[in-house]
């Protein structure tokens, strides 16, 4: 059983600011280094602050054999100050409605789902949380970013269309929509182009959806347009072979 880091006055979680922020997972922005040695650096802090989460909550789960309040709370409290070094419980909660443009946790919670989505393997054996990241992607899905943050979100979908479908991908249709323009839709139309099928199907499908805004993002809405995509493709004249 994992428990969801409390938003509690006397955590200071919610509250905290950029330094804080960064003096706990500063560290992880080496998840994404070109200098294989840094990256492989960051994986082993990685390794070592998800670990000792896992140790303070066993230790928090003990104290319930007992009737002792006191510990039982101090073992919370060590527990939710462990899960906010590991990348995963630090970017788990955000403040119930705090704006993300505003939010100390946007880089993290950016460099969670680029590391995602550039190294998923790592991120499945270190980090998987599918539920964070569908969150994550949700709360990325709004119109008043900074130029910086959407270019990081133009990107990440571009990435995304262009890969293997993965767990909770869907929900960056959001994102897409949030961020639409020339700049996106040039490297939709790109993806849409390419000699790799899925990339072809998938770009064409977000490229679809941002024409009709009206339209929900749907398994029945997907497989109608693939339906129709296909038949589209398919050979008039007659089979050969």
């Given amino acids: 059983m994992i428990y969801r880091v409390k938003r509690e006055a006397e955590t200071g979680v919610g509250v905290d600011g950029a330094e804080l922020w960064h003096e706990r997972l500063g560290w992880a922005f080496g998840l994404l280094a070109s200098d294989p040695a840094e990256r492989a650096a960051a994986l082993v802090r990685l390794a070592d602050a998800e670990r000792n989460a896992q140790g303070a909550l066993d230790r928090y789960h003990r104290t319930w054999r007992r009737r002792f309040w006191p ?37 993290y919670a950016l460099l969670y789902l680029e590391w995602e989505a550039r190294y998923p393997q790592e991120w499945t054996r270190h980090a998987k949380e599918w539920g964070t990241k569908e969150s994550l992607i949700r709360d990325m899905a709004v119109a008043h970013h900074d130029e910086t943050v959407r270019t990081k979100l133009v990107e990440l979908v571009e990435t995304v269309v262009q890969r293997p479908y993965r767990c909770k991908d869907r929900a960056y249709v959001r994102v897409a929509r949030a961020v639409d323009g020339d700049d996106l839709r040039g490297r939709l139309e790109a993806a849409s182009r390419s000699d790799d099928p899925w990339a072809c199907r998938h770009a064409g499908y977000v490229l679809h959806l941002l024409d009709r805004p009206e339209l929900p993002n749907t398994r029945h809405v997907w497989r109608s347009w693939l339906a129709a995509a296909s038949s589209e493709r398919a050979p008039t004249g007659p089979a050969r072979g």
Wanted: charged share 25%.
């Fill in 71 to 107: 510990g039982r709370r101090a073992a919370l409290r060590n527990y939710q100050e462990a899960a906010l070094r590991s990348l995963s419980g630090g970017v788990r909660d955000r403040p119930a409605g705090a704006d993300v443009g505003t939010w100390p946790g946007l880089p």
